[in-house]
């Protein structure tokens, strides 16, 4: 079964500080793979995608991530934390369905909560 | 541009009240779906449709009902509000089977 494990349900960082947090993804063809992030109250926006080739992503905000397939991983990554970034992150996989394809589903991770310290 | 609209934004229900959140999209995208955010769960598959007239169960479909008669909306329908039904939900669209996904502000709904 597709699933998406985040095993980091809060992570405290200081701003200026790196961050990375992590995604791990179990699914048995190449995955379609998101970072959105949700500030509190508000919907979610999407950070970055993975399809195919380049297996470094650029997203928005100065995020990036990493398809690694051997590690079944798609950890989240930016050099300096700004207090802005304090919000919640999920990682999802495009679900494969009945009708071929994602069909725009999607499964989440329970995401991780990102505190960020002045 | 307008892109996913729920509506209502915040609703409180009795037990046992049915009502409908409603979902608009005007991006003329083929896909649309529904899920519910609860604390510590992520977001849930509720149901979906992959163009009008057909919609599918996602994961947690049970008290729920959709229809899709337009490509633009996806009302999902609660028949008899439960306090397990107290959560956020948001609607979603996708224009290709295969692409991101655009969400709604979500619908914050509590039922006593």
């Known amino acids: 079964a597709q699933s998406v494990t985040q095993p980091d349900i809060h992570i405290t960082v200081s701003e200026g500080a790196s961050l990375e947090l992590r995604c791990n993804y179990s699914?048995?063809?190449?995955?379609?793979l998101f970072w959105y992030v949700q500030s509190p109250g508000q919907g979610l926006q999407l950070l970055l995608k993975?399809?195919?080739?380049?297996?470094l992503v650029q997203g928005i905000k100065g995020f990036e991530a990493e398809f690694k397939r051997s590690q079944s991983s798609f950890n989240l990554r930016k050099p300096s934390v700004h207090w802005s970034d304090a919000a919640e992150y999920f990682c999802?996989?495009?679900?494969?369905?009945?009708?071929?394809?994602?069909?725009?589903?999607?499964?989440f991770g329970k995401g991780t909560k990102l505190s960020v310290k002045p | 541009n307008a892109g996913v609209t729920q509506t209502p934004k915040f609703q409180v229900l009795k037990t046992g009240q049915s009502m409908t959140l409603q979902c608009a999209q005007d991006?003329?995208?083929?896909?649309m779906s529904w899920y519910r955010q609860d604390p510590g769960m992520g977001l849930r598959l509720i149901h979906y449709?992959?163009?009008?007239?057909?919609?599918d169960q996602g994961e947690v479909p049970n008290g729920y009902n959709v229809s899709r008669s337009t490509t633009e909306d996806f009302p999902l329908r609660l028949l008899s509000a439960a306090p397990s039904q107290t959560s956020v939900y948001f609607c979603?669209?996708?224009?290709?089977?295969?692409?991101?996904?655009?969400f709604g502000q979500g619908t914050r709904l509590t039922v006593v």
């Open positions: 999802a996989v495009g679900a494969w369905g009945w009708y071929g394809g994602s069909q725009g589903n999607l499964i």
């Open positions: 699914y048995g063809a190449t995955p379609y």
């Open positions: 993975y399809f195919s080739g380049d297996t």
């Open positions: 991006m003329n995208h083929e896909y």
């Open positions: 449709s992959v163009g009008a007239g057909i919609t």
């Open positions: 979603a669209s996708a224009g290709d089977s295969n692409t991101e996904a655009f």
